[in-house]
């Protein structure tokens, strides 16, 4: 049997990238890379007549989504659908890049995203859409990874303990950082999150916009919890016992559910 060939087209865009991604990652790793013009196949033969020869995004075949206007389709969900079904994180993942592609959505929020990244590396690989390639795929694992630990938050969020503060509505989680679960707490009202890692962090955390000053609890903390690592954002929005950049050295030994009792009771 000849080795497999993934033929994408020439200056490949997201979604013929991360359809590339998929089939590399999850069934041909070893497969050669071969890139020809939009719309055409390698060596101008049938597509899919070898089934050693797999084209995307480009050809016509099964995973050329040319043939249709459908917007919740690219060349990305074709690969998904057929090599990844029950991939919760991969689907999240191309979902966006179906969105991207259509024009449905804008990756950068006005400012750098995964197109100009995209674009970026063709100025400086114009006649190599391997190396383009070999430059995203690190990139779109770190993004698989992301939406793997938004899947992981929203399951942890899932467990929240939710409670009264002196500034508005808590939400406290054993088990879970800041990152993921904090923004879900924010997205639903909260106005202070608290948490318990699990290496032994922990974390009192303002949603930006709210008129909250943690300093009176910093100090608070300071006598009730001398011997740990409490450290105090300038911003007075931000009490941490420990970080992923910084783990405490001498981490706190309150319980959270001591943490939120102290953080109710919280002078302003």
Same mark, same amino acid.
């Given at each position: ?153 929203? /399951? @942890?969020? =899932? !467990?929240?303990?939710?409670?009264? #503060? *002196?500034?508005?509505?808590?939400? $406290?989680?054993?088990? +879970? ?27 009192? /955390? @303002?949603? =930006? !916009?709210?008129?909250?000053?943690? #300093? *009176?609890?910093?100090?608070?903390? $300071?006598?009730?919890? +001398? ?42």
């Amino acid at each position: 049997m000849h080795p497999t060939i993934i033929v994408g087209h020439i200056a490949p865009d997201l979604d013929c990238l991360v359809a590339i991604w998929i089939l590399r990652r999850r069934l041909h790793p070893a497969a050669e890379l071969r890139f020809v013009p939009a719309g055409s196949t390698l060596g101008d033969q049938r597509v899919d007549s070898d089934p050693a020869v797999i084209h995307v995004d480009t050809g016509g075949g099964r995973y050329d989504h040319h043939h249709t206007a459908a917007t919740d389709i690219c060349a990305a969900e074709l690969v998904r659908r057929h090599i990844a079904p029950g991939d919760p994180a991969l689907q999240r993942l191309v979902a966006q890049v179906c969105a991207i592609d259509h024009a449905r959505a804008r990756d950068d929020g006005g400012g750098f995203g995964v197109t100009a990244l995209i674009a970026g590396l063709l100025a400086i690989h114009p006649d190599d859409p391997a190396a383009v390639y070999a430059a995203m795929a690190p990139n779109l694992d770190a993004w698989l990874a992301a939406e793997e630990q938004h899947i992981q938050a929203r /399951v @942890a969020y =899932a !467990r929240r303990i939710a409670f009264a #503060t *002196p500034w508005g509505p808590g939400v $406290a989680l054993e088990g +879970a950082s800041s990152a993921g679960a904090g923004r879900l707490a924010f997205a639903a009202g909260a106005v202070l999150y608290c948490y318990r890692d699990q290496r032994s962090g922990m974390g009192v /955390v @303002a949603q =930006a !916009r709210a008129a909250v000053d943690l #300093t *009176p609890l910093s100090r608070v903390l $300071a006598q009730r919890d +001398a011997n740990a690592d409490w450290y105090l954002h300038p911003g007075g929005r931000l009490l941490l016992c420990g970080s992923a950049t910084a783990p405490p050295r001498r981490p706190s030994r309150l319980t959270l559910a001591e943490l939120i009792e102290m953080v109710r009771q919280a002078p302003r």
